[in-house]
């Protein structure tokens, strides 16, 4: 079970938002880079990045501050990044600058044939963000929430060949109130494909829980305001997570 930092990016600073809200941001460090070497330090396998002003504006916005943090890991361990990604050749520039997946979210659902031809273009590559209020299907930000099933939509993205589903349950992202675990569960056993869980973790006890699902085919979880504002220690997260893995 990988524990995985979040990285958020609005105006060149890390920030958390509560429930994808703009205006509701906590600034945690104007330096990402720092902030992204501290978690690699904390024994971090994996990176999760988002480009916030991009997810709303539909097109990278933090691109810089991303290729600088990737610079920095330097393929030390993946990152992987959403926020704004709607075609092609953004993509493969964020490959050819270091970054190891590239997550697809509002386009998979807008822009039709988008994400079949990412995923034939750069196979191995794609992931799919799937935000979710209540079962169905946030876009734009979160801001809008459509009519979309999350289940029957991650069922057909995985035909198409991504590599993993992230799941977000927006009601309890950056709310610290705990894992969507019967939600993430009942989504896992639809797929052959992994999923990661994402919004709510708290404290130790959703690493737990996490772990006591992942042979559903969770193969990580995406924290951020819990690791930042100390609820969650991510060194003894991911030490109790391998811990867990081992034994089951």
Request: proline fraction near 3%; charged fraction near 25%.
């Amino acid at each position: 079970m990988l524990i995985i930092p979040a990285i958020d990016l609005k105006d060149g600073q890390c920030v958390r938002l509560k429930q994808g809200i703009m205006e509701d941001a906590t600034v945690f460090s104007e330096d990402p880079g720092k902030m992204a070497e501290h978690w690699l330090d904390q024994g971090a396998r994996r990176l999760h990045l988002v480009d916030l002003n991009g997810a709303f504006a539909g097109k990278p916005k933090n691109e810089v501050i991303v290729c600088e943090i990737a610079r920095a890991i330097d393929d030390r361990i993946p990152i992987q990044l959403g926020g704004g990604i709607r075609d092609l050749d953004t993509i493969e520039r964020y490959l050819d600058n270091g970054i190891t997946y590239v997550i697809i979210g509002t386009a998979a659902i807008k822009i039709p044939g988008f994400l079949h031809d990412a995923c034939n273009a750069f196979p191995g590559h794609i992931m799919v963000g799937l935000d979710a209020r209540d079962g169905k299907v946030a876009v734009d930000g979160w801001s809008k929430v459509t009519g979309h099933d999350v289940v029957d939509l991650a069922k057909k993205f995985e035909s198409y060949g991504v590599e993993a589903i992230i799941y977000t349950d927006i009601g309890r992202d950056g709310m610290l109130s705990g894992i969507n675990a019967e939600a993430t569960v009942a989504l896992a056993r639809e797929l052959s494909i992994p999923v990661i869980a994402s919004g709510g973790i708290t404290d130790i006890n959703d690493i737990n829980t996490l772990c006591e699902i992942e042979a559903e085919g969770i193969m990580g979880a995406i924290t951020g305001r819990a690791i930042y504002e100390g609820s969650l220690n991510f060194k003894e997260a991911q030490i109790l997570a391998d811990k867990l893995s081992a034994a089951s």
